[in-house]
């Protein structure tokens, strides 16, 4: 079934013409694949290596957002997510347009007339804009860039902007209002290229054996990828499904099957299989705990990817019933009809007037804001899922269609009803600009405003939710009834449509644009990441300590394992793992001893960073016993002469009779980095959530990054041919081959790079001692970094950056003859391959807070409300005493990418604490797994048995 989806082709304009006595009906067709420019299916292209493909000048251009009456775009950029959102509301605000609604005679009747007419084709003409301009070869691309007076394709295709696209159907579901307008048929076919594009490019690039990947390698699954490719392939089903209803075959210009499986590409039998593998794949992920799907996102779902989840659900249960064959079929059918309700209602139990957390977290306790904003957008998206387009409110009668919603879940749907009367009563007030317009983001604990735009996604989105939606409820009615309801009702339809129209005028008036405005405006974070952290930071964050266990020596890493034991693995320098069991008991024999094995650190040394530095459980820990450590050995034979040591990271496996004992003989070297000094080891390795282990390796002299030690002229930092000054990222359950002892990710960025190692994840980087990963995958890789003199730093990595060292330190040019400054005033913003140098999230410099930052997590636990979904970064001594120190950062409300940051008081009745500090040196931050921080912590600065300490962070009081 998947080859021929990834065969079939017929172009756009062959269907139309099949399709052309079929008034009222629309399909889906692929595109040819054909190297020869094709009708209907955009301008002849130029393919670019460097810049994408370059396309003909889009005939309109729609910015991200309005800056002070100006538009604002993201730096000579326009996205197809900003077209599609102003395409949706455009559309739906144009069908309201009615006589039986906004235009009806208690109202306003010239509405029903020209401006109906006119809202229809500045729908057509965005949409030809993108088919035209963004669809090429069937795939849809993310944005286009002005580059040289050109236009080109640019960033990767988005599984989110392929189910954006696919709703356009709706242009179908609705184009009749139009008939006497003569444009009923035209706005009927006009989609059917785009959803063409979008169905086949997913199933030919983004789909196997059940799962859609964010990638065409199917190395990228999780979550999103299932919901929104779920979601972007539902125009297939729903063409099958309209056809199959009462009177479906007459109502598609009686269109047979076998002409309909012809246009399409697919007969309801291959289909059917298709919908197995999914079902089969979706059973298998299902959490009946969490009563959720966990693809490795730990239970949190975006709001606006659980809505696109359960969107898709509708289509697979609707064609289950319709087409499925026995028992087996309509029993999947039901089992996903009660998990999307199931999630549906964990999801309302949030709902408050001002809508719902842009992330929600299900957990075994019931569903949590795992947000402390709300998306505007998203919010509308969820709602139009649930009431637009065949949604889950949209049920099509049939004989073996079971009306599940309304027959099993009449309280459901009661309760989406309630929920959207109070959204839209709230919106005519409190989601509002001092213009009018809908905002951004409103704060979830109090509604209140955070950023006000507005943007074309707010306006769009808005607009298609509040069309499909405010007839739900029982608060708004059409002006067709309105001689018979109460005047609150009247007035607060007539203050809605008003509403809906100040949108639809932003956009047809400020936001369709016949010329490209080039302006200095800074990205417009018109798409902002629902669970972002409140603009502004607490204004007095505080925090207690609470101890756990002392008499450890020099503590530096920490791992708690999944197995419900509440245990705490404790790594010490010296070279051994101790075991912290539930209770706080400090068991007295070690987990794992590698003091034989261990290049100690050196006694006559104020500080030194060799030993047992990083452990990581493996994420089958509880079931296979396998983890990792990373530590410092003696030099191997073979390694430069004068070198110093090698740096070994090693698997090994719990002992089979003891749970609290390593069987230190099940070593199995993994990899082993020669360094040519002492210092600049880096330290923690981290299992990420998608299942690769990630591990840090400082440069490896401390020289200024340049010198002895280090790759003539660029460094070991720069040097993509060796390993020093990275973040690798292997596959440790695939044993390698003769070259190395592990496997390569096959989407890892350098492969096929010349001159570059395939495990760099990314480089640039001084001494990464932390890496960590958001609990709930917002975010991406946070990497301490260890400054040279003047600045610490934690950079944020998707993968494929040059962070900047030893041509930056941070952000900050960086002269190694002078590393104590004065600072360069300008230094080069590319690496040696050309490639930009990419700035870290949090800055700070030592004079005004710290000395060398050790940590950063993102907090998700429950305890410290002021430091939810923000980043809490550790630094070793504000002073060089032992006084270690918090901070809390979060992204700032400007759109820049370097994040706002604020001391935290570590508040406690400790006799000789510096006020706001710890009086030890913190050694780094810990997690545990209910994401509970930990600091490791030191009384001194050497490896004095007894000498460490853990605390565990609480709130302060306790």
Same mark, same amino acid.
């Given at each position: 079934?998947?080859?021929?989806?990834?065969?079939?082709?017929?172009?756009?304009?062959?269907?139309?013409?099949?399709?052309?006595?079929?008034?009222?009906?629309?399909?889906?067709?692929?595109?040819?694949?054909?190297?020869? +420019?094709?009708?209907?299916?955009?301008?002849?292209?130029?393919?670019?290596?460097?810049?994408?493909?370059?396309?003909?000048?889009?005939?309109?251009?729609? +910015?991200? &957002?309005?800056?002070?009456?100006?538009?604002?775009?993201?730096?000579?950029?326009?996205?197809?997510?900003?077209?599609?959102?102003?395409?949706?509301?455009?559309?739906?605000?144009?069908?309201?347009? *009615?006589?039986?609604?906004?235009?009806?005679?208690?109202?306003?009747?010239?509405?029903?007339?020209?401006?109906?007419?006119?809202?229809?084709?500045?729908?057509?003409?965005?949409?030809? %804009?993108?088919?035209?301009?963004?669809?090429?070869?069937?795939?849809?691309?993310?944005?286009?860039?002005?580059?040289?007076?050109?236009?080109?394709?640019?960033?990767?295709?988005?599984?989110?902007?392929?189910?954006?696209?696919?709703?356009?159907?709706?242009?179908?579901?609705?184009?009749?209002?139009?008939?006497?307008?003569?444009?009923?048929?035209?706005?009927?076919?006009?989609?059917?290229?785009?959803?063409?594009?979008?169905?086949?490019?997913?199933?030919?690039?983004?789909?196997?054996?059940?799962?859609?990947?964010?990638?065409?390698?199917?190395?990228?699954?999780?979550?999103?990828?299932?919901?929104?490719?779920?979601?972007?392939?539902?125009?297939?089903?729903?063409?099958?499904?309209?056809?199959?209803?009462?009177?479906?075959?007459?109502?598609?210009?009686?269109?047979?099957?076998?002409?309909?499986?012809?246009?399409?590409?697919?007969?309801?039998?291959?289909?059917?299989?298709?919908?197995?593998?999914?079902?089969?794949?979706?059973?298998?992920?299902?959490?009946?705990?969490?009563?959720?799907?966990?693809?490795?996102?730990?239970?949190?779902?975006?709001?606006?990817?659980?809505?696109?989840?359960?969107?898709?659900?509708?289509?697979?249960?609707?064609?289950?019933?319709?087409?499925?064959?026995?028992?087996?079929?309509?029993?999947?059918?039901?089992?996903?009809?009660?998990?999307?309700?199931?999630?549906?209602?964990?999801?309302?139990?949030?709902?408050?007037?001002?809508?719902?957390?842009?992330?929600?977290?299900?957990?075994?306790?019931?569903?949590?804001?795992?947000?402390?904003?709300?998306?505007?957008?998203?919010?509308?998206?969820?709602?139009?899922?649930?009431?637009?387009?065949?949604?889950?409110?949209?049920?099509?009668?049939?004989?073996?269609?079971?009306?599940?919603?309304?027959?099993?879940?009449?309280?459901?749907?009661?309760?989406?009803?309630?929920?959207?009367?109070?959204?839209?009563?709230?919106?005519?007030?409190?989601?509002?600009?001092?213009?009018?317009?809908?905002?951004?983001?409103?704060?979830?604990?109090?509604?209140?405003?955070?950023?006000?735009?507005?943007?074309?996604?707010?306006?769009?989105?808005?607009?298609?939710?509040?069309?499909?939606?405010?007839?739900?409820?029982?608060?708004?009615?059409?002006?067709?009834?309105?001689?018979?309801?109460?005047?609150?009702?009247?007035?607060?339809?007539?203050?809605?449509?008003?509403?809906?129209?100040?949108?639809?005028?932003?956009?047809?008036?400020?936001?369709?644009?016949?010329?490209?405005?080039?302006?200095?405006?800074?990205?417009?974070?018109?798409?902002?990441?629902?669970?972002?952290?409140?603009?502004?930071?607490?204004?007095?964050?505080?925090?207690?300590?609470?101890?756990?266990?002392?008499?450890?020596? &020099?503590?530096?890493?920490?791992?708690?394992?999944?197995?419900?034991?509440?245990?705490?693995?404790?790594?010490?320098?010296?070279?051994?793992?101790?075991?912290?069991?539930?209770?706080?008991?400090?068991?007295?024999?070690?987990?794992?001893?590698?003091?034989?094995?261990?290049?100690?650190?050196?006694?006559?040394?104020?500080?030194?960073?060799?030993?047992?530095?990083?452990?990581?459980?493996?994420?089958?820990?509880?079931?296979?016993?396998?983890?990792?450590?990373?530590?410092?050995?003696?030099?191997?034979?073979?390694?430069?002469?004068?070198?110093?040591?090698?740096?070994?990271?090693?698997?090994?496996?719990?002992?089979?009779?003891?749970?609290?004992?390593?069987?230190?003989?099940?070593?199995?070297?993994?990899?082993?980095?020669?360094?040519?000094?002492?210092?600049?080891?880096?330290?923690?390795?981290?299992?990420?959530?998608?299942?690769?282990?990630?591990?840090?390796?400082?440069?490896?002299?401390?020289?200024?990054?340049?010198?002895?030690?280090?790759?003539?002229?660029?460094?070991?930092?720069?040097?993509?041919?060796?390993?020093?000054?990275?973040?690798? *990222?292997?596959?440790?359950?695939?044993?390698?081959?003769?070259?190395?002892?592990?496997?390569?990710? +096959?989407?890892?960025?350098?492969?096929?790079?010349?001159?570059?190692?395939?495990?760099?994840?990314?480089?640039?980087?001084?001494?990464?001692?932390?890496?960590?990963?958001?609990?709930?995958?917002?975010?991406?890789?946070?990497?301490?970094? &260890?400054?040279?003199?003047?600045?610490?730093?934690?950079?944020?990595?998707?993968?494929?950056?040059?962070?900047?060292?030893?041509?930056?330190?941070?952000?900050?040019?960086?002269?190694?003859?002078?590393?104590?400054?004065?600072?360069?005033?300008?230094?080069?913003?590319?690496?040696?391959?050309?490639?930009?140098? %990419?700035?870290?999230?949090?800055?700070?410099?030592?004079?005004?807070?710290?000395?060398?930052?050790?940590?950063?997590?993102?907090?998700?636990?429950?305890?410290?409300?002021?430091?939810?979904?923000?980043?809490?970064?550790?630094?070793?001594?504000?002073?060089?005493?032992?006084?270690?120190?918090?901070?809390?950062?979060?992204?700032?409300?400007?759109?820049?990418?370097?994040?706002?940051?604020?001391? %935290?008081?570590?508040?406690?009745?400790?006799?000789?604490?510096?006020?706001?500090?710890?009086?030890?040196?913190?050694?780094?931050?810990?997690?545990?797994?209910?994401?509970?921080?930990?600091?490791?912590?030191?009384?001194?600065?050497?490896?004095?048995?007894?000498?460490?300490?853990?605390?565990?962070?609480?709130?302060?009081?306790?």
């Amino acid at each position: 079934m998947k080859d021929k989806l990834r065969q079939a082709q017929i172009p756009a304009m062959l269907l139309l013409v099949l399709a052309t006595a079929a008034v009222g009906y629309f399909v889906i067709a692929p595109f040819v694949d054909s190297d020869e +420019p094709q009708e209907g299916a955009g301008p002849p292209v130029v393919g670019d290596p460097a810049n994408g493909v370059r396309v003909a000048d889009p005939a309109l251009f729609v +910015p991200a &957002a309005m800056d002070e009456g100006e538009p604002a775009f993201h730096d000579n950029q326009v996205r197809v997510k900003d077209y599609l959102a102003a395409l949706h509301g455009t559309f739906v605000l144009g069908a309201t347009y *009615r006589d039986s609604e906004m235009g009806h005679g208690n109202y306003q009747p010239d509405f029903a007339g020209a401006p109906m007419e006119a809202m229809a084709q500045q729908s057509l003409a965005i949409l030809a %804009v993108v088919e035209e301009s963004f669809l090429i070869d069937g795939e849809l691309a993310e944005a286009l860039c002005l580059e040289d007076d050109a236009w080109y394709t640019c960033g990767e295709p988005r599984l989110r902007d392929y189910a954006s696209a696919g709703y356009v159907y709706h242009l179908h579901h609705m184009a009749e209002r139009w008939d006497e307008h003569g444009l009923g048929t035209q706005l009927t076919f006009a989609p059917v290229g785009l959803m063409a594009g979008v169905g086949n490019a997913v199933f030919a690039h983004h789909y196997a054996d059940g799962h859609f990947y964010h990638d065409p390698g199917h190395a990228d699954l999780d979550g999103e990828s299932m919901a929104y490719g779920l979601d972007a392939i539902h125009p297939h089903y729903y063409a099958w499904i309209r056809w199959a209803s009462p009177d479906g075959e007459g109502d598609m210009g009686a269109l047979t099957a076998e002409r309909l499986a012809g246009q399409l590409g697919n007969t309801p039998g291959e289909l059917l299989g298709v919908s197995r593998e999914i079902v089969g794949a979706l059973d298998e992920a299902w959490d009946e705990e969490r009563r959720v799907y966990d693809f490795g996102n730990d239970g949190v779902w975006e709001l606006e990817a659980v809505a696109s989840l359960i969107r898709g659900h509708k289509v697979l249960y609707e064609f289950l019933y319709q087409f499925g064959e026995g028992e087996e079929d309509a029993e999947a059918a039901w089992r996903l009809f009660q998990r999307s309700a199931t999630m549906l209602d964990g999801i309302l139990e949030l709902a408050e007037p001002w809508g719902i957390p842009g992330a929600i977290g299900f957990t075994t306790e019931g569903t949590r804001a795992a947000s402390d904003t709300v998306d505007v957008a998203g919010v509308s998206s969820f709602i139009t899922h649930l009431t637009g387009g065949y949604g889950y409110l949209r049920e099509r009668e049939g004989e073996r269609s079971a009306l599940l919603a309304e027959t099993h879940r009449p309280d459901l749907v009661e309760a989406i009803g309630e929920f959207t009367d109070a959204w839209l009563e709230h919106a005519l007030d409190g989601l509002l600009d001092d213009d009018g317009h809908i905002v951004n983001t409103v704060a979830y604990d109090d509604g209140s405003i955070l950023e006000r735009g507005p943007s074309a996604r707010a306006a769009g989105y808005f607009l298609a939710a509040a069309g499909n939606s405010y007839l739900q409820g029982e608060s708004f009615e059409p002006p067709l009834g309105w001689n018979e309801e109460e005047a609150a009702v009247v007035e607060r339809s007539e203050r809605l449509y008003d509403l809906m129209q100040r949108q639809g005028e932003l956009i047809r008036d400020q936001m369709l644009l016949e010329t490209f405005a080039d302006l200095p405006a800074e990205p417009t974070p018109s798409e902002p990441t629902p669970s972002d952290p409140a603009a502004t930071l607490p204004e007095e964050p505080r925090v207690g300590v609470e101890l756990i266990a002392d008499g450890l020596t &020099a503590p530096l890493d920490m791992a708690a394992p999944d197995d419900g034991s509440g245990r705490l693995f404790v790594a010490e320098q010296s070279g051994t793992i101790r075991v912290i069991t539930a209770d706080g008991e400090l068991r007295e024999a070690p987990f794992l001893d590698l003091r034989d094995r261990i290049r100690h650190p050196n006694p006559d040394l104020n500080f030194d960073e060799r030993g047992l530095l990083g452990v990581a459980l493996h994420p089958d820990f509880a079931d296979n016993g396998r983890f990792f450590v990373y530590y410092s050995t003696p030099l191997r034979a073979g390694a430069p002469v004068g070198w110093n040591h090698t740096s070994r990271l090693s698997e090994f496996t719990v002992s089979a009779e003891d749970e609290h004992r390593a069987d230190p003989g099940s070593e199995r070297i993994i990899l082993q980095v020669d360094q040519p000094g002492i210092s600049h080891n880096a330290g923690h390795i981290r299992f990420g959530p998608d299942g690769y282990l990630y591990v840090p390796l400082g440069d490896g002299a401390a020289t200024a990054g340049v010198g002895e030690g280090h790759t003539p002229e660029i460094g070991n930092a720069q040097d993509r041919t060796n390993l020093l000054g990275s973040v690798l *990222r292997i596959d440790v359950d695939d044993e390698g081959d003769e070259e190395r002892a592990y496997g390569i990710p +096959p989407d890892n960025p350098f492969i096929g790079v010349e001159d570059a190692r395939p495990e760099i994840w990314a480089y640039g980087l001084r001494n990464p001692f932390d890496i960590s990963f958001d609990p709930e995958n917002e975010y991406g890789l946070l990497i301490a970094d &260890a400054g040279e003199a003047l600045f610490e730093w934690v950079n944020m990595s998707e993968g494929g950056e040059n962070f900047g060292w030893s041509i930056r330190e941070g952000s900050n040019c960086f002269d190694p003859q002078q590393r104590r400054g004065p600072v360069p005033e300008e230094c080069p913003d590319e690496g040696p391959f050309g490639e930009p140098l %990419v700035d870290p999230v949090v800055e700070y410099a030592r004079a005004d807070y710290g000395t060398v930052v050790v940590g950063a997590q993102i907090y998700r636990g429950n305890e410290l409300d002021d430091l939810q979904g923000r980043m809490v970064v550790a630094d070793w001594s504000i002073d060089g005493g032992p006084n270690g120190v918090l901070f809390v950062a979060a992204p700032g409300n400007d759109g820049s990418p370097s994040w706002e940051m604020r001391q %935290v008081e570590i508040v406690s009745e400790v006799e000789g604490f510096l006020p706001g500090t710890i009086n030890r040196y913190i050694m780094t931050l810990g997690r545990d797994q209910d994401g509970e921080l930990y600091l490791l912590t030191n009384a001194v600065r050497d490896e004095t048995p007894g000498g460490g300490a853990l605390y565990r962070v609480v709130a302060p009081g306790e």
